[in-house]
């Protein structure tokens, strides 16, 4: 368009063509242009990215005046949200289409109602292709889940009616501050959008892909909140491979196991399933192993790793325990943040709030927590302030004579060692862990491949041994478990001070109080030790 801007004389104001007139003109036309850079003229608004028309064209009404009902979910359901809403709408009276969203940076930010407004006064949001996150739903598999996207369903009803909805799917981005998976429903009818995300809630429960699986919990990068987690591998052990005093993996047993296999019977009866069992001992005696060898035998219980730091994540931890139960929740070295207060959500130390999420779960839950620690000196109080949170206190020893010939067969079996080097190897291995008996082997088999030998000798084995057992080795046999350098006596007595205090008296905690510092050899969730780590997940970001 091309205007034409005349001068006029005076005398002239407000006849056509005078100057008032020209600048009235000019007026119109600066807004226009404004208009049309601010805004798409309506025939493109109204094509096939225009987002607000697309979802008043389906719902059969104004979308920016249309109810929404919300719901939110932790960041690990993602995988789960995204089955549920594909299930909901495969039902035979169902359909759906699946549109995306593309427009301004940051939009995690916006609420639906705010994104419609946008959409619709400013062309901020434009439909676009529908996001996608490749989550791991398993150590070996990933699920391609919507991140980002527009489910636009219909359902018929059986008075003939059909019922309209649009439902927003969004993944949590926590880097921008959006930690849930957040539905968002439109319908004409708010009854509609509740029953929807009932229906998905359940299915949620009923689809959940963590059922079953063995996780871990980590620190978020962008906040104090629960981070991403860990899909496992469940361990594979056998009785065998367990070196315990006699009868104290059936006790262990009894009060895991046994409680999942009688809970009809139990529950008939009017007793509890939650049960508490803390193991408790030197580091390298055998408590992390032992919980794996549990996990093997339990195919069917979810579990839930936390260790250290993560312990924080209790209240999660425990949630996901009591949506899907039968359920292990696995607290390691739990003496090192007992008494901390930083890693928690209150004034409390962490261990009281891990008491409280336990005494949380209703008694007919059947949720074992199986806590390990180095200083149960240091749990004590706090365990016996609430009564009933721990059931069963197991000490895992270091292993005796016996123990030692076992484990040293278990480990060194292809060595050939006669019966006279055994008992002259089990002997000088007084007061080791089992962590030091399979490091001994090890190194053995080391030494005589450095010397290029076809089969390691007794010779290697004593090489090994004096090594271990030199005072530069000192460290080494500490980080292995082995308490002091001091010569131990064969029944096991090697001055550890970790138990519970039979009588009150001085507590013999070391300088300063504190316990050791050390995690102790073979950690669940260590690839060093424990379980061998697949698929992690992580929120979109």
Request: net charge negative; charged share 30%.
């Amino acid at each position: 368009m091309t205007t034409r801007i005349v001068s006029s004389g005076p005398g002239d104001e407000g006849a056509p063509g005078s100057e008032q007139a020209e600048l009235e003109r000019v007026g119109e036309l600066f807004t226009q242009f404004v208009e049309a850079v601010a805004r798409r003229p309506q025939a493109e608004r109204d094509g096939e990215r225009d987002l607000t028309a697309r979802l008043r064209g389906h719902l059969g009404v104004e979308p920016g005046r249309t109810p929404v009902v919300k719901a939110a979910y932790a960041p690990y359901d993602h995988p789960n949200v995204h089955l549920a809403l594909e299930r909901w709408f495969a039902a035979e009276s169902r359909a759906y289409e699946l549109i995306g969203m593309t427009g301004a940076d940051h939009r995690s930010h916006y609420t639906l109602s705010e994104i419609l407004e946008s959409a619709s006064r400013y062309d901020k949001f434009v439909i676009g292709a529908v996001d996608y996150a490749h989550l791991p739903v398993s150590p070996d598999a990933e699920l391609a889940c919507v991140s980002f996207g527009f489910y636009l369903g219909t359902e018929r009803t059986e008075d003939g009616r059909e019922e309209r909805c649009v439902v927003l799917l969004r993944g949590p981005s926590d880097e921008y501050g959006s930690e849930k998976v957040q539905l968002e429903v439109l319908a004409e009818d708010r009854d509609t959008a509740r029953r929807l995300l009932a229906g998905v809630d359940e299915l949620v429960r009923e689809l959940n892909v963590l059922r079953g699986q063995v996780l871990s919990f980590e620190g978020g990068d962008f906040s104090d909140g629960l981070g991403p987690f860990r899909f496992h591998r469940r361990p594979d052990l056998d009785r065998e491979g367990i070196v315990l005093p006699e009868g104290l993996l059936d006790r262990v047993e009894r009060h895991v196991v046994g409680v999942a296999r009688q809970r009809e019977r139990l529950l008939a009866a009017g007793q509890h399933l939650r049960r508490g069992l803390l193991l408790y001992g030197p580091p390298g005696t055998g408590k992390t192993h032992t919980i794996r060898y549990l996990l093997s035998g339990m195919p069917d219980f979810t579990v839930v790793l936390l260790s250290g730091v993560t312990i924080r994540a209790i209240g999660s931890a425990c949630a996901l325990a009591r949506m899907l139960q039968p359920a292990l929740v696995v607290l390691e070295d739990c003496d090192l943040i007992a008494e901390a207060r930083d890693y928690g959500d209150g004034e409390q130390p962490l261990l009281f709030q891990v008491l409280n999420e336990m005494d949380g779960l209703g008694d007919d839950a059947d949720v074992a927590f199986l806590l390990t620690t180095n200083r149960a000196d240091l749990l004590e109080p706090a365990l016996v302030q609430r009564p009933g949170r721990v059931d069963l206190a197991v000490e895992i020893p270091l292993p005796d004579a016996e123990g030692r010939r076992r484990l040293l067969a278990l480990y060194g079996g292809g060595l050939g060692l006669d019966d006279e080097v055994t008992e002259e190897i089990v002997e000088r291995m007084a007061g080791t862990t089992a962590s030091f008996t399979k490091e001994l082997v090890r190194r053995a088999v080391l030494i005589a491949a450095e010397r290029d030998a076809p089969r390691t000798e007794v010779d290697d084995v004593r090489a090994a041994l004096d090594e271990l057992l030199s005072d530069r080795d000192l460290l080494t046999r500490r980080l292995l478990g082995v308490p002091g350098d001091e010569e131990e006596g064969d029944d096991g007595d090697d001055g550890y001070d970790g138990g519970f205090e039979d009588d009150e008296g001085d507590d013999d905690d070391g300088p300063g109080g504190l316990p050791p510092r050390h995690p102790g050899p073979g950690r669940l969730g260590d690839n060093g030790g424990g379980f061998f780590t697949k698929a992690s997940y992580r929120p979109l970001r």
